[in-house]
Every structure is written in C-alpha cells, then in structure tokens.
C-alpha cells in the first residue's frame, strides 16, 4: 500500500485531538460543584457497573442489548487493536486476525444499528445520530481491509492509490465520529462520558442491585452567606458529577416514552431537558436538537452557558414544575441519569431564592410553614377524625409496638376511610400501636418536591424529635410519600430516633398479619380487580410484592394493566403536580384510568391516599378506586366467640 | 382589568415607608408576616416597579420593635435587601418614636395594614401617626393607580367589591384593605440574608398596657338572618345590592361651614363629642 506513514499518523491525529477534546470536556465538568466520591473506587468498579447494573437495564429491550455488545465490544476491542496493529506496527497474524474478528463483529453490530435506524420509533432522536451507525460501518469496514494485508490475507502493498484515498477518506470519517467525535461533543459522546458517569454517579448506592431514591439536602448554611444560591440557578451550580452525568445521555428517548407529563401534553420532555442542561455546561443553542420538543414548545429558542441562569433563556420554569417526580423517567434510563435529582435542583432555586412556586405553590408552603399541614388547618384539630377510635397516644404509652404514622390524610375525609379500615384491621388483629396525635406533623414530602427544602428540614428535625421520645420498634403509615420520608430521607440529620426502627407501608405490614394467621380474610367475591403501583412505594421503594400477595390472599386474581410494576404510570399527584397545575392537553389521572378500562377490571385496588384522589377524581363511569385497607376490611372474617 | 400603576415621569422621586409588624396565623397562633402589612409592602414595591431605571423612588420597610423577631423574615423573603428596624421593647408604645421617624425622613406615601394581628390590634396606629404628623389618611385602601405632580389616585375598598377613587395630595397615610392584591411568595434565601438596618430610638414603656392580660378573641355569636326573599332575584338582590344608609343627608351646594356644623352636630348627637 502506498503512503505507509499516512494511516498511523491518520490515527495519531485523532488520538491526540480525542485528548484534548477530552480534558476540555472533563473541565466543562469540572466547572460544577465538588461532591464527595470516591475516584479510584469509582473507576475500578465501573466495567462491573457496565456489564450488570447498566446491561440490565438495557437487557429489557433484548434487540437492543445485543446490538450494542456487538457494536460497541466490537469497537472497544479494535481501538486496542488497531493501536497495536496499525499505530505501533506490531506485525502478528494472531493479532492482525483478532482484529478483523472484532471488526466484523462490530460491522454486524452495525448492520443492526443501521436497520433499527431504517424506521426510527419517534421517541429517538434523528440529526447526527441518523449518521451513526453508517459511520460505525465506514469506520468497522475501513479498517477491515486496512487489515487484510497485515493478517497475510493479502500481500503487503495490494491496491492503487483509489482504494488508498477511499479508505483514507473512510478512515477519517470513522474515527472522526468515533476518537474525535467522542470527546467533542458528536453522538459518540455517550461511551466516554456514560464511563465516567457510571464510575462517578452521584448516587453510588445505585449500583450493585441498590436502590438510591431519597433527595440529598440542601446545605442551608448557603442562605446566610453573601452571594450563596440555594438550589441550582446556574448550570455550575449542579454537582460536577451531575453535569457528568447529563453528558451520558444517548437520547434513545425511553425517559420520553414514559414520562406521564410527556404524554398528557404538559410542557416537559425528560430527554430534552437533559439535552438542554447539556446546552446549559457546554453553552449555546438547542437549535441542533433533533428529537421531540417539549410538548407546546418549539426547538431551537433556547439559550444557555455554564455561567447564565438556567430559567432566563434555557428552560421555562413551567417544564420544571409538569414533573411529577414519579421517577419512571430514571428507572428507565440505560444511562442512570438523574432526571428527577436536576429538576428539584432547580425548583430548589425558583422557591427559595425567586419566591416563583407557581399557582397554589405559594399558598401551601405559606400553610405548611404557619400549620404545619398543607390545607392550613388548626394544628390543634390533626386528630378529630379519630375522635370516635379511641386511639392510644404515644404522649400517654410513651412505648409500644407499631407506631402508627398517620399522615396528612388525617384531615381529608376520603383519606379518613382508609385510615379508619386500617385501625379496624390493626384493632382486629391485636396489634400493640399507638399514634403520634397533635405531635405529629406534616412529613414534609410536598416541601420538598415544591423547592423548599428549608421547611422540610425544619419539619423533618422536628419530627424526628418527637419520635425520639418514644419507644417503638416499627412505623406503619399509610401515605407512601411518608413511607419514603421517614425511610429514605430522615437519614441525612443527625438523628438517631430512626435507629433500628422498621419503616413500612401498610400494605407490607398488612400482609406480614396475613400471612402469620393474625388476620383472617374472607374470600373476594366483588369482580375483576387490577392493582396501581404508587410510585413512591414501588419504584422509589421497591415494594411491588406485598401488595399483590394481599390481593392474592383474599383470592383475588390480579388482571394486571400494561404500564404496572416498576413501569406503573403515575396517577399524576406526586410531586406537588396537582398544587403546580400545569396546563396539558390531557390529565395524567384520565390517562391511568383508561390504563385499568383497558384491562377491564371494576375495581382498582391503591396504596395511596394520593393516588386515591387522582383516580377517584377521574368523572364516571369508571371503576372504583378503593385503597387495598379498605377491601381488606370488608373480607375481614369476623371471629364467632 | 386593573389599570398599571404608574408614578409620572414629570414627578420628583417619590419616598415610601410601608409599616410592618408581627403577624399571628389565625390557626396556629404562630408568628408570621402579616397579612395586610404584608399586603403593604407588596403595594409598595409594585409602586417602584416602574421599569423606569433613571428614577430615584425609594421604599422603606420599617418596623418598631425586636429586631432579631423571626417574624420579619417574612416580609424580607418577598425580596428586601434590608429591613428597617426602630428597636424598641415590642411592649413599649411604638408610635411615638415612628411619628419621630416619619417627620425626620419626611416620606410622600406611609402604607400601613389596617390592624395589627396581635396585641392591641385596636387599627388607630395609622389613625394617630396622621394625627402626630398632620396628614390625611386614607383607610382600606386597595390600590394606588398612581402619582402624578404630587397628587396620587387612590382605590379605597368599600363592601362588597366597590371602590371608591380618591385623588389625594402627597404626603398621606393610607392603610391597607385585604382587598389590595396578596402579596408576592416570601422565599428563604433572600429572608436570611436580608439585612436588619437597626436604629436604637427612645420608648416610653405602655404603662397602661402592663395590666392588662392578652385571652385569643372569640367570634361573637352571629344573629340569626331571617330570609325574607321569596324569589331568586330578591336573594340575588339582597346579596349583591349596596345596603343603603337610612337617614343622613347628600350637602353638596352649601357652604363648607354649613357642612362642617352639620358633622359637628352629628358627632355630638352620636357621643363622639363631648
């Protein structure tokens, strides 16, 4: 072959601006907030991260998983290799033939991205990804028969100067999407950045079957400091890793494909949002972005640097505040991106900087600030719906087995049914509980998904000083989003009320009493039932079992809908959403509802208060929505003495 | 649609003092911004918003009392740089050295709340600063629509949605219906950095005050109302129509102290005067 220096330098070339691309990338991160990981560790376990934690996520699409081992272990091993064979000139057959062998398998790789590329599902994004897999192809294929002469294949020195040029220019375009393109910003940014994310994702516990879904808090000494900003205003503002982590993005547009307030028309899509906090670090437009708009909202308006705020120009505060932080968008993701983690980072700015949580925003905080509870009711009057149960408190037992958490729901009265089904269940299976009463006070989960973490702070240590009084060895609550309070976000404030106590949901409570003979259920004679996953029980808790195995216990028959599990759909309250109200051209509670029509049940069990208003707020015909408590409570055996 | 405040751009730089104290959440009992005081600030920084940047129109949001009150918070998080603070003993007698303030700093505009939410609460805070500094005062006010060459168009908020249009002669003192517009969302980051710009003043302590025992205020039992309407259209009418005073008399064309005789001698029909 002629110009033998050409091709090595070819390579070095794109090696070389592959690392300054990198290092000025890596500084783009670096620009953000420290954070406290561990590198080294990070880095040794991140091939671990990528063959599990992150290979099971994409597994759930076999074709997919398949297809990018292919391609990119294919393209892994040939970047070893062709820096042995073609850069260092290494002259092995073995590795002249191992070579081609990962070529080819990254080509049939290839061949598969290209297909899948054929007939795009709209959730993808097209632009320069559309150009991806033929550069795999160039790139795969070049070097092929770059290698042909080397592995003896062919004699050293076969072709003219065409075949040269061609396979020059297909060089150049292969590893100028591939070394180049990876650190400069191309399609391929995803391998180097997603790496590095999995080594140094804020949320390690993620990995290894983990489960991480508790907010972090925000330093609140940054309120009493000149120039400190609570919350994230500017893209630098973000942990360095989170910056890391939006650069991960592949915009394969699962998060789009789920997000609740996507498909009801709200002005959020999970995807471009992370697209724009990209825009956001590396500064510029989002006028290169080729997938789905924000629903309502045209492409290419939108402006932002590492260094301007991110609601002046970037994103509207309206996309920040349709999330309902249901969490299906991360649970989704191949890339473990944090949606949800950014979004409040940024309401954390707009509520406790800018005073701008929108519509009745303002007023529940206000109330939750002067009463504790989010409806601004008498602090005094938490327990007058129980004024018929003759419940113990914890201010007069002091101890007992199961403190009963008893939530906000204590003021609203279809919440009140479920909270009464469940102290009939407790009374009749003997449980030693007792309540919290007046003591008790709102657990903060509406704060904080609202931006203002300094009221769930106050409301959290407070709480937690109550609790340290007494003696107990398990906390039941019915309300899911205290369930995930109490369990996942107490932790953070140096208090040991919590030590050794079991948090549960009802439902798991509910069902160890079942299954120990405690309480005994008459069979379920009332037809076709389907089950709503709340989302702060099943995804941000990973409680998908007990519930059903109640169900089940009672002989009832899950008739399962579509979107259940950890793909559930929210109801559309979580979040402080039904609070924000943003318009779309859909309500989320409509859309679930027709999720259950579809199974054709007549009544849909939940496990959730919230929930329960969601769907019941659904117009009729429909269903019945009935807490799982409240179906118990009508089979409960009734013991002949 | 509420016309947009405007304060001309003929007129010289206008001063404004809104007057804040210690709220008290009817619930809870627990200290907070008060709601019509708070209502006052938020006229007063709408009234600044002009978008005009060469003006020199200045807001100051004073307080007579402890200036380490959580209370104030409140009012800084609506986005106050700083909050002026005339400490004194909250029990002392506050007016005396707000009068002093006020004549010294000479504003054009003093925004009050009607009443305060807790202590006295007897609303004659406004009423006595006018009297001190020798301004009109204008009550329940729900709007000032503008200022223009020293004279400002106010709103005053009468039952039942009505308002009234008043063109009043700067300076004036006007206190704050609920009817003004709710005042904007009190964020936490500005409320713990906002400065308290204290002023040590001279108080005389409330003698008369000191005896007296604070109990919460209880409702008074409601009179039954009896529904004399027989048809739609007379409850229609009876729930949106003006009551109209019984008695009292229109004096438009006589002279102003016929007029002034004719108040005199009803306020001494009434007892007012002795």
């Not at chain 1, 299954?515 to 069979?523: F, H, T, V, Y």
């Not at chain 1, 099943?538 to 079992?545: I, K, L, V």
């Not at chain 2, 202590?119 to 006010?141: D, F, H, N, T």
Request: proline share 5%; with cysteine; aromatic share 6%.
């Amino acid at each position: 072959m002629i110009f033998e220096w050409l091709h090595p330098f070819l390579i070095v070339t794109a090696l070389v601006l592959m690392v300054i691309g990198a290092v000025r990338r890596v500084n783009l991160w670096r620009a953000g907030q420290s954070d406290q990981i561990d590198l080294i560790a990070g880095l040794m376990a991140m091939p671990g991260r990528y063959l599990h934690d992150l290979h099971d996520i994409v597994e759930r699409d076999k074709y997919m998983s398949k297809t990018h081992a292919a391609t990119g272990g294919g393209f892994v091993l040939s970047a070893v290799l062709i820096i042995l064979v073609h850069l260092l000139g290494i002259d092995s057959q073995i590795l002249a033939w191992a070579l081609m062998a990962s070529l080819a398998l990254m080509f049939v790789g290839a061949l598969f991205v290209f297909k899948r590329r054929l007939n795009p599902p709209s959730r993808i994004s097209k632009g320069p990804w559309m150009r991806l897999p033929k550069s795999l192809l160039a790139f795969a294929g070049a070097f092929f028969v770059l290698t042909l002469p080397a592995a003896g294949v062919l004699p050293e020195g076969t072709g003219g100067v065409l075949l040269t040029l061609v396979l020059t220019g297909l060089i150049i375009w292969g590893m100028g999407e591939l070394f180049f393109g990876m650190t400069w910003g191309g399609p391929m940014k995803h391998a180097f950045a997603g790496a590095l994310h999995l080594a140094f994702h804020r949320r390690q516990d993620r990995f290894g079957a983990g489960r991480s879904t508790g907010l972090k808090p925000v330093d609140l000494s940054l309120a009493h400091e000149v120039g400190g900003v609570l919350g994230v205003a500017k893209p630098t503002d973000f942990k360095w890793n989170q910056l890391l982590g939006f650069d991960a993005c592949v915009q394969c547009g699962k998060c789009e494909a789920v997000c609740p307030a996507f498909a009801a028309g709200q002005p959020l899509n999970p995807k471009k949002l992370i697209q724009d906090m990209v825009v956001g670090l590396a500064g510029g437009t989002d006028a290169n972005y080729a997938g789905s708009a924000y629903p309502g909202k045209d492409v290419g308006n939108a402006k932002g640097g590492p260094n301007q705020i991110i609601t002046e120009g970037l994103l509207d505060p309206e996309t920040l505040w349709s999330c309902t932080t249901c969490r299906a968008c991360v649970e989704e993701c191949p890339m473990m991106i944090e949606h949800v983690d950014a979004i409040v980072d940024m309401r954390r700015y707009l509520t406790m900087e800018k005073g701008q949580t929108p519509n009745k925003g303002a007023e529940v905080l206000d109330n939750i600030i002067a009463t504790d509870n989010p409806n601004g009711y008498a602090p005094a009057s938490r327990t007058n719906w129980a004024a018929d149960q003759n419940l113990p408190l914890m201010r007069d037992v002091k101890e007992a087995q199961v403190l009963f958490w008893v939530s906000d729901g204590a003021f609203d009265m279809r919440s009140q049914r479920i909270l009464r089904a469940f102290v009939k269940l407790m009374k009749a299976a003997n449980v030693d509980f007792a309540v919290l009463g007046d003591e008790e006070l709102d657990c903060g989960d509406v704060a904080r998904r609202l931006g203002d973490d300094a009221t769930f702070q106050s409301l959290a240590t407070r709480n937690l000083a109550v609790l340290s009084q007494y003696k107990f060895s398990k906390i039941v609550t019915t309300d899911p989003h205290a369930y995930h309070c109490l369990r996942n976000e107490y932790n953070d404030f140096g208090s040991d009320a919590l030590n050794g106590v079991e948090v549960l949901h009802h439902t798991s409570f509910l069902n160890e009493l079942v299954q120990q003979g405690s309480l005994k259920l008459n069979n379920f004679t009332g037809g076709k039932v389907t089950y709503h996953d709340p989302c702060y029980l099943g995804r941000y808790n990973g409680e998908y079992e007990a519930p059903r195995e109640l169900l089940r216990s009672m002989g009832i028959e899950i008739a399962e809908m579509e979107r259940s599990g950890f793909r559930s759909r929210c109801c559309g309250g979580g979040g402080g959403a039904p609070i924000t109200d943003i318009p779309g051209e859909r309500r989320i509670a409509d859309m679930r509802m027709e999720d259950v029509n579809t199974t054709g049940a007549e009544l849909v069990a939940v496990g959730c208060q919230q929930c329960t208003a969601m769907l019941e707020g659904v117009v009729e015909p429909r269903p019945q929505v009935k807490d799982i408590a409240e179906i118990l409570v009508d089979q409960l055996a009734e013991e002949l003495h | 649609m509420q016309p947009k405040q405007s304060i001309a751009a003929t007129d010289k730089d206008v001063k404004i003092v809104s007057l804040i104290s210690v709220g008290k959440h009817p619930q809870s009992g627990r200290v907070r911004r008060a709601d019509q005081d708070s209502r006052a600030v938020e006229l007063g920084m709408k009234l600044l918003d002009t978008g005009d940047s060469t003006r020199g129109d200045s807001l100051v949001v004073l307080h007579a009392g402890d200036p380490k009150e959580p209370g104030l918070r409140g009012y800084a998080g609506m986005g106050l740089n700083s909050v002026r603070v005339l400490e004194l003993d909250p029990a002392a007698d506050a007016v005396a050295p707000l009068g002093e303030y006020l004549q010294q700093f000479a504003p054009d505009i003093v925004l009050t709340g009607v009443r305060a939410e807790g202590g006295e609460s007897s609303g004659m805070v406004p009423y006595q600063l006018a009297e001190k500094l020798g301004w009109p005062i204008v009550p329940r006010v729900a709007d000032i629509i503008s200022v223009e060459a020293g004279v400002a168009e106010v709103l005053q908020a009468l039952p039942r949605g009505q308002r009234r249009s008043l063109k009043i002669r700067l300076p004036f003192i006007a206190s704050i219906d609920s009817a003004a517009q709710d005042a904007r969302q009190s964020a936490y980051g500005p409320a713990s950095r906002a400065m308290m710009d204290i002023e040590v003043v001279d108080s005389s302590t409330d003698q008369l005050r000191e005896s007296w025992s604070e109990a919460p205020a209880k409702k008074r039992p409601k009179r039954l109302k009896v529904i004399k309407a027989k048809t739609a259209a007379e409850r229609f009418k009876a729930a949106t129509a003006k009551s109209q005073g019984e008695g009292g008399k229109v004096m438009q064309n006589e002279s102003a102290a016929e007029q002034a005789q004719a108040i005199f001698d009803l306020l001494l029909e009434e007892g007012v005067l002795r």
